[in-house]
């Protein structure tokens, strides 16, 4: 599968961490997916740093909580999956009551993630979700009795500059300052540079295949 890589410039004067994202696609109710920091790492003045990861997809579940102020997700279980193939599993709980994934198999949409979430009582809040090169992308509140689907960016992603951690949540709707990068096996290297003006701009690369799996 591919690998992509993402080199990130900060010729501004400010100091932070770019951090990378995925806006997801509209999901029929009652689904309602949260966007998380992907990836994040600080760069200083006049520095730049790299980013790789390969478009491996899976499955995903854990909790979400709040430390310095900051509502981060912490995954506790990864499953490989085939956004074609084995894209369909189901989430409950085990003969013991914990909770977990199980059951991964095909009949899923094409070029999606879904979950069948059944039936469970767990005595901590559960959140599931999707990841690619297994960190996290999207995440949903656990309902039970409902299916939810995913669709990954696997070519695409988005850039944003500020003090972000992997994990915590992104509200997308609020961004203003952003940059979203096309990736393609001929154009898998691609590089971002915060401005000295403090704006986010692609200064290589080419617009890369369609933007889903």
């Not at 074609?84 to 094409?110: K, V, Y």
Request: charged share 15%; aromatic share 12%.
């Amino acid at each position: 599968m591919p690998e992509y890589r993402l080199t990130c410039v900060n010729n501004s004067k400010l100091h932070g961490n770019f951090a990378l994202f995925q806006v997801p696609p509209q999901a029929p109710a009652p689904t309602r997916l949260t966007s998380v920091a992907w990836l994040a790492r600080p760069a200083a003045p006049g520095t730049q740093v790299r980013f790789s990861w390969s478009t491996e997809v899976g499955f995903i579940w854990g909790e979400r909580g709040t430390f310095g102020g900051r509502s981060t997700f912490t995954a506790y279980q990864y499953v490989p999956a085939d956004a074609d193939r084995e894209n369909l599993i189901d989430f409950t709980a085990d003969s013991f009551g914990a909770p977990a994934l199980q059951n991964l198999r095909t009949g899923g949409a094409q070029g999606s993630l879904s979950i069948r979430q059944l039936s469970g009582t767990f005595d901590f809040p559960i959140h599931l979700g999707i990841a690619i090169g297994r960190s996290p992308i999207y995440t949903v509140d656990f309902t039970p009795n409902v299916l939810s689907i995913f669709t990954p960016h696997c070519h695409r992603c988005w850039v944003v500059f500020g003090n972000y951690a992997v994990g915590e949540t992104i509200d997308v709707e609020a961004l203003t300052n952003t940059q979203v990068v096309d990736f393609s096996t001929t154009s898998p290297a691609q590089r971002v540079a915060l401005t000295p003006e403090n704006i986010l701009q692609q200064v290589a690369g080419q617009q890369g295949d369609p933007p889903f799996c």
